[in-house]
């Protein structure tokens, strides 16, 4: 068996050019993704793009507008409250099941973690800080004991991460800070149901977060 690594192909690094510029914000939801423009500004051929679009449309990062093109998902507040649902149920079982397995040496990473957000707002890009929230979670999914569980959370991921990056417009870092704080204790005392409280409280803050952000976009502007 061949365990030969291949070359990054052209497509992969179009899809994870396009998926961060979405996390990160640079390309806003609703915003319309013309190709030829793409296609300049990234150095690559339609063909390329085309399939790129394709994988993100499904990860439900973009959608397609029959006759008009491909469009950044917009986020809205049903859209919010379905991936509110599914991301709660999956990562309070998962840290249920953590909290009974979880090593001193899992329990240092994710300190270490909340160690890195600890800056003063504004240290740090979104796109950062998304992936250090990340970490702390990554130990907790791929930790619990239920492949599953973790395989169907990840297929959650990119639409989560661009949940997160509107809501930090609204909520501070410091307020995550605790939150991740508050699940760390609970691992710490070998306690799943206080575990599960504290992340069902963090993902509540996050989806409240981008759902006030949702509904100022979408207030008309006032004329002074």
């Known amino acids: 068996m061949s365990i030969r690594v291949e070359p990054v192909t052209v497509l992969d690094q179009a899809v994870v050019k396009l998926r961060l510029a979405i996390m990160r914000g640079d390309l806003r ?3 319309r993704l013309p190709e030829a423009e793409l296609c300049v500004r990234m150095g690559i051929s339609r063909s390329s793009l085309r399939e790129a679009l394709r994988c993100l449309a499904t ?9 008009r093109g491909h469009f950044v998902t917009r986020l809205d ?3 919010i409250d379905d991936i509110h649902e599914v991301w709660s149920i999956l990562t309070t079982q998962a840290v249920k099941r953590f909290a009974t397995c979880a090593t ?9 973690a909340i160690r890195s957000l600890q800056a003063p707002d504004g240290t740090h890009d979104v796109a950062w800080q998304q992936e250090v929230i990340y970490e702390f979670f990554r130990i907790v999914y791929q930790r619990c004991n239920n492949r599953v569980l973790s395989e169907t959370i ?5 639409r989560i991460h661009v949940l997160r990056a509107v809501a930090m417009k609204q909520s501070s870092g410091q ?3 605790r939150e991740l704080q508050a699940i760390l204790r609970a691992l710490s005392a070998r306690d799943p149901a206080a575990a599960s409280r504290a992340v069902a409280e963090h993902i509540d803050s996050a989806c409240k977060a981008a759902k ?6 979408m ?3 006032v004329v002074q």
């Open 29 to 31: 939801p609703g915003e």
């Open 59 to 67: 990860e439900k990062l973009i959608h397609i507008v029959p006759n």
């Open 77 to 79: 507040a049903r859209s």
């Open 104 to 112: 001193q040496e899992d329990l240092k990473l994710m300190r270490s």
């Open 154 to 158: 990840s297929t959650l991921l990119s």
């Open 175 to 177: 307020a995550r800070v």
């Open 212 to 217: 006030d952000v949702c509904v100022m976009a």
């Open 219 to 221: 207030q008309p502007a």
